[in-house]
């Protein structure tokens, strides 16, 4: 009657570097080099269990990839069943080798082959270790790429940020605009009908009707509406502008007015 096989699991365990690093352990009892694994314990799955041995053998954290393939081999006169996963160990061990154990080492892939002392793991290495290898070298470049995309879409969303809303008034204010927009707002001091006169020609703006002559001078307002002899070059230079339409004495308005009438006769 055949007896029921042995089930255990481990790992191909590898540690980026370049190149990158198989682990192969030494065990105590037989002095052999071999590869990190171990029996499952009772409801325990193979990939709980491999990575638990590969823990314990090596002292390194692992992140459990694919799974590799199966190794079947005679020991004690049973089967041993043994299923590998793809493992990347962390940078420093995080807990002391258990006490079967009496080395680990970190080898390339030909060294490893050379150092272990088993043939069917040899073997079994050589026929999985390339696999292993490229799969971590399309992973690693998965894992930049993915790195580059984050990175872009963290930069385009600082760019949305910085970039003002389309539309949005932009305001801009400084001290001669904002003493141009007091000038502006100052009410028109000539009528609406001086509008079309040419410059130093007299508007005359009635208040009501005359009935004679000597009463022109009395009731009626003469402004002058003279221009600049050049446009103003700043908004400093608009007051000043402003200020060009002012009344002229009473003297001047009677001669003005008599002349009118001289030339109206």
Not at 105 to 124: I, K, Q, V
């Amino acid at each position: 009657m055949a007896r029921t096989p042995v089930l255990a699991a481990g790992g191909i365990v590898l540690r980026r570097e370049a190149p990158p690093r198989f682990a192969v352990v030494r065990l105590r009892k037989r002095n052999e080099w071999v590869l990190p694994k171990g029996k499952l314990d009772d409801g325990e799955t193979p990939r709980d269990a491999a990575e638990r041995e590969v823990l314990e053998e090596t002292g390194h954290d692992v992140e459990v990839h694919e799974f590799l393939g199966t190794l079947v081999y005679d020991s004690g006169g049973r089967s041993k069943v043994v299923h590998y996963w793809r493992m990347d160990a962390g940078g420093k061990p995080v807990r002391a080798l258990m006490s079967d154990i009496r080395e680990v080492d970190w080898l390339p892939l030909d060294e490893a082959l050379d150092r272990l002392s088993r043939g069917y793991e040899r073997a079994f290495l050589e026929n999985v270790g390339p696999i292993a290898l490229q799969a971590a070298a399309n992973a690693e470049r998965e894992r930049r790429a993915r790195l580059r995309v984050a990175t872009a879409e963290r930069r385009r969303a600082q760019l949305a940020e910085e970039e003002p809303v389309a539309g949005a008034p932009v305001v801009i204010d400084t001290p001669a605009l904002a003493e141009a927009r007091a000038v502006a707002e100052v009410p028109a001091a000539v009528d609406a009908r001086t509008a079309d006169l040419e410059p130093d020609q007299p508007a005359v703006i009635p208040e009501y009707a005359a009935t004679d002559a000597g009463e022109v001078a009395e009731r009626e307002h003469v402004v002058e509406v003279t221009a600049p002899e050049a446009p103003p070059a700043s908004a400093r230079e608009i007051a000043p502008v402003a200020a060009a339409v002012q009344p002229t004495p009473r003297k001047n308005l009677i001669e003005r007015v008599r002349d009118w009438l001289r030339r109206a006769a």
